[in-house]
């Protein structure tokens, strides 16, 4: 799937809350939210795992380690492959797959509140940090850090990624895939148009000048038929501010300048493109023949999509992928990642985290991209997906720009009055980013100083 779709459950979903939306392109799945329980001792009393002690029975059976995974049927046959192999691999443990391909979420939420959560469980990013504020997830790091197996070497990991699942100094899941948004683009249409095609050298200016060319009316009834750009809250807003030097939520955690001249640059930016029919689809259009859809079908020249998405090879499409334009001050590009965590509960701490290490070994060498410097080649990258042949350099420099969100324990919240306090009124034109963002600011900086 892709990162539009995954982030799609719930970014997309929300139309621009980034944290649920990534829309319909799916490689990620989306998935959840709620610290540890710090020292690492199995813990007492009920968990969430089936079998008994500490390691094999008796008998010489192995542990049973359960999983749990958003992944759809096709996913979900390719990582039961996966963990064929290593469960062959281990005389102490094996996993059990335990799919749950809708309302995610919620269904881990009420395993944790009855004490019936499985050991291992996938969680995006948005929603580690919250969990682990909530005591539910196990600290992973004096686990990890006598192991000399790639995927425990904490150093390998992206900063930024590895930061999405870091609270208060300590690691609460093992990444398994970062996701950098890049530039899909159609070239037939740019070609039409005499627009020449996205390159390195891309401003907001020149995207939005190549937006507008690209937009055009190609059947005389007055109205566009073929839209430069498409925008509904995803792209993330949060990344145009990025790219303007500013933030939504400040590095302390309890501050929201939306209202610095950064961030009001970029809000100034995503109002003039979002639903203008002079640049990208507008609203009713969107809802009538959907968002990814319109790409797909022609009609859209250039959507910003996730690494993995489908986008460039769409039959009898001929699509290019360039990085996101630079914006004011430099180029950022917000990534989509999650993480395999570890039930604070499980009465099998050392076998889950012997098989959150395999695991993830494995996973990293799936999807694609691996959050690890050392994986992160031309070589690595085709060997887990060939089709993206064409689009791997310009994957693998996106690495070098990504960004996670910046997520805290109320940041659930927090989005929510985001979106609707902000970004809707925006996108909806009821106010510009000066009216607007210094009403709401006090307002989410309440949300964020909230006790976790």
Known sequence: MGVQIRLGRRVLARAARITALLLAVAVLATGCSLPSAGGGQPATGSGGSSGSGDGASSGGEKVTIRLATWAHAEEAKELQAILDRIN????????????????????????????????????????????????????????????????????????????????????????????????????????????????????????????AKLTRDTNGDGKPDVYGFTMNGWPPFAMFVWQAGGDLIGEDGRTAPIDSPEALEAARFYQEL????????????????????????????????????????????????????????????????????????????????DALIELTEGIHHWKIVAPRKSLATREQLLASEPRKEKAADVILQSLEFMRPLRIVPQYKAFDQALWEQYLDPLFRKQGTPEELAPKVRPELEKILQQES
Do not use: C
């Open 88 to 211: 062959a691999e281990s005389d102490r443990w094996q996993i059990v797959h335990e799919p749950i391909p809708s309302d995610y979420a919620t269904k881990i939420q009420t395993m944790l509140a009855g004490n019936t959560a499985p050991d291992l469980f996938w969680l995006a990013q948005e929603d580690v940090i919250p969990f682990a504020a909530s005591g539910v997830l196990l600290k992973l790091d004096e686990h990890l850090q006598n192991d000399s197996r790639p995927a425990a070497n904490l150093s390998d990991y992206f900063e930024p990624i590895l930061g999405a699942f870091t609270y208060e100094g300590g690691v609460y899941g093992l990444p398994w895939i970062a996701q950098p948004v890049v530039l899909y683009y159609n070239k037939k249409l740019f070609d039409e148009a005499g627009v020449p095609y996205p390159d390195e050298t891309w401003t907001w200016e020149t995207f939005k000048e190549a937006a």
């Open 274 to 353: 979002v639903y203008n029919p002079k640049y990208a689809v507008p609203e009713d259009v969107i809802a009538e023949q959907g968002f990814a859809d319109m790409f797909k079908a022609g009609k859209v020249a250039m959507f910003m999509g996730g690494a993995s998405d489908d986008l460039d090879r769409v039959p009898n499409l001929d699509v290019g992928v360039a990085p996101v334009p630079s914006g004011p001050k430099g180029r950022v590009t917000f990534a989509w990642t999650a993480a395999t965590v570890v039930n604070a509960k499980s009465p099998h701490v050392q076998e889950a985290i």
